[in-house]
Structure formats: structure tokens, C-alpha cells
């Protein structure tokens, strides 16, 4: 007598008591079953069934990873070629060897949130627009400063213009009142059909920043430039503008303290002056944005170049 312990079966035992109990079926386990219950006799055949066509202790290690590969192949030619419908990328996965219908690559598209072709050729990607215009394209932005005066810390707003294509920035301006005639007076200035900074430019990139009035906007595209709005919270969008902001608050603004504004209104134009000329840039592969003549004497004497008391340096030999 096993008295109340529970009675415990080998999977084989479970395999030979499941095959019986379906066999006899449910009433006439009700009947006889003594050991364990019909249901569990029963769940156990269910288990079994459910084992036999279970695939996945078998599967391949690379099957999912191929999968995946598929869908982001999927995606990428309908992103690089924004005209291509359905069939189009069903014969273009062929040609590559994956064979997949059009409802399958319908399904893809819609989960990863693409919209059917004749929408999607429609829309210019903010890196076909860059890319197709990127020698005429200038962004602009604002970043803050703090300066101490006889009122307290004070807030300045520092207004830049940076040519994409060769990185070279402008400083439009810097004020503690950014309003409509300050911003006015600095579109004047930048659209100088002389020396302007976006003479000769036809677009210029800007947030939704608020400080960027009508008025503003309007001078510059009767100028000749357009004014291209990002979309809104999407600040990778104009990323060298802001790469800028954070060299020129860790590499100087961040490391002064200022007592007024002329100190600040000094500091920015000798950063940005070294920014163009003397600094050299990682992402222009190392190189300056203004190129110096080189010196092939070695045996020059060494010159160091300082601005802001040392703060900012630059070496260079002299000529023999």
C-alpha cells in the first residue's frame, strides 16, 4: 500500500499509459483508472502529441539569425528605394536568394511602420535631402551662456552659423534679448550680397526654437534662402551644429568664468576663430578646416600660437 504518497511514473511508463487511455477512452477510464486519474491520462496523451510535432530541439542554430536577416534586408531595399512596390522587392530579394511572397514583405513593412510605395516616393528623406544639397546647406543654432554681473548670473544667447560641407562656422551674434529686431539685424548681416555668410547658399537648417521669429524668417527666403524646419524633437538631425555647441562649452565657455558680457563676446569670436583655423577636426579626417601652408623643414623653430591666456593652442614650425 502506497497510503497517501504520491505514485510517480518514468516518461516511458506515462507514454504506455496515455496510448491505453485514449484507446479506452474517457468512461470506460472513469470505470477502471485506479492509479491515476482519467484527466491526467488524458493530459498526458495531449503532452505527447504536442512533443511529436514540437520542432524546435531540432531546429538549426542559424535559422533565426536568417530570419531577422530576411526582415532588415526587407526593410533596408524598401528604404533605399522608396519607389519599389511589392513585386519590384519581391524580384529583388529573388536575385539575392530568398524567395518570400508579397504579403509576406507587405507584413514586414507595415510592422516596422513603412507606408506602400506610391506614399513612400512621395517623402524625401532628411538624408536624400542632405546628401543631395549638401554644399549649399548652412545650419544655425543658439546655445547659452552665463555671465556674472551687478544684477547676478545673467543668461547671453549666442546665435552661430555652420557650413555643413566644410564645417567653417559664423557667429551671428550674442545678446542677452534675442527678439525680432536683434535677429533682424543679424539676417542683414549674414545675407550681405558681399560678404554674407549665406551668400550664395540656398538652404538654411534651423529648429523650432521659438526665438527664430517670421520676420527673421522671412528676410532671409527674400534673400534667397530657404529656411528648412526640423521636425520637432529631433536633434541628431542637425548634429554637426550641435556637436559644435558641446566642443565650444567643453573646450572653452565651460571652463571660464565671466564678469560681464565683453569677456564672453570676446572669448566666443577667438574660440571660433581657432575653430576655423588652428583646431583640428576627427571628423574632417584629422585635418584643419583652413589648411596652413606646410613646412617641410623639421628643423623650423617650434611656435606656439596662444589665445584666452593659454586656453586654446596651436604649434607650427617656421618657415627657414
Not at 62 to 68: E, F, K, L, T
Not at 72 to 100: C, E, M, P
Not at 112 to 138: C, D, M, Q, Y
Not at 226 to 237: E, H
Amino acid at each position: 500500500m502506497l497510503g497517501k504518497k504520491r505514485l510517480r511514473f518514468t516518461d516511458k511508463q506515462r507514454r504506455r499509459l496515455a496510448a491505453k487511455a485514449k484507446l479506452l477512452g474517457r468512461a470506460v477510464l472513469n470505470q477502471i483508472a485506479t492509479i491515476v486519474t482519467p484527466d491526467t491520462l488524458l493530459r498526458c496523451h495531449r503532452q505527447l502529441i504536442a512533443m511529436k510535432w514540437d520542432y524546435s530541439s531540432k531546429r538549426g542554430p542559424g535559422r533565426p539569425r536568417i530570419i531577422q536577416a530576411i526582415r532588415r534586408l526587407v526593410v533596408q531595399f524598401a528604404l533605399d528605394n522608396r519607389s519599389w512596390g511589392y513585386t519590384k522587392l519581391q524580384g529583388a530579394l529573388a536575385h539575392v536568394g530568398h524567395d518570400i511572397s508579397r504579403e509576406t514583405i507587405a507584413s514586414i513593412l507595415r510592422e516596422n511602420g513603412i507606408v506602400p510605395a506610391p506614399e513612400r516616393s512621395t517623402k524625401t528623406t532628411w538624408k536624400e535631402f542632405l546628401e543631395s544639397h549638401w554644399t549649399t546647406i548652412v545650419s544655425a543654432d543658439f546655445f547659452t551662456v552665463e555671465v556674472w554681473t551687478w544684477r547676478g548670473l545673467v543668461t547671453m544667447y549666442v546665435l552661430f552659423f555652420m557650413d555643413l560641407a566644410t564645417r567653417r562656422v559664423c557667429l551671428g551674434g550674442i545678446t542677452t534679448n534675442p527678439n525680432a529686431k536683434w535677429l533682424m539685424q543679424v539676417a542683414k548681416n549674414v545675407t550681405d550680397p558681399f560678404d554674407g555668410f549665406l551668400s550664395g547658399k540656398r538652404y538654411l537648417i534651423i529648429d523650432r526654437d521659438t526665438k527664430y521669429c517670421d520676420a527673421f524668417v522671412h528676410l532671409l527666403e527674400r534673400a534667397g534662402t530657404k529656411v528648412v524646419l526640423l521636425p520637432a524633437r529631433s536633434p541628431n538631425l542637425n548634429a554637426h551644429a550641435e556637436r559644435f555647441v558641446r566642443t565650444i562649452k567643453d573646450e572653452c565657455t565651460n571652463r571660464l568664468i565671466f564678469f560681464g558680457d565683453r569677456p564672453v563676446y570676446r572669448a566666443v569670436v577667438q574660440f571660433v576663430e581657432f575653430y576655423n583655423r588652428e583646431r583640428f577636426h576627427q571628423g574632417m579626417s584629422n585635418e584643419l578646416l583652413t589648411p596652413a601652408p606646410s613646412t617641410a623643414n623639421i628643423n623650423g623653430q617650434l611656435v606656439c600660437r596662444e589665445r584666452l591666456g593659454g586656453l586654446l593652442k596651436y604649434y607650427s614650425r617656421q618657415a627657414a
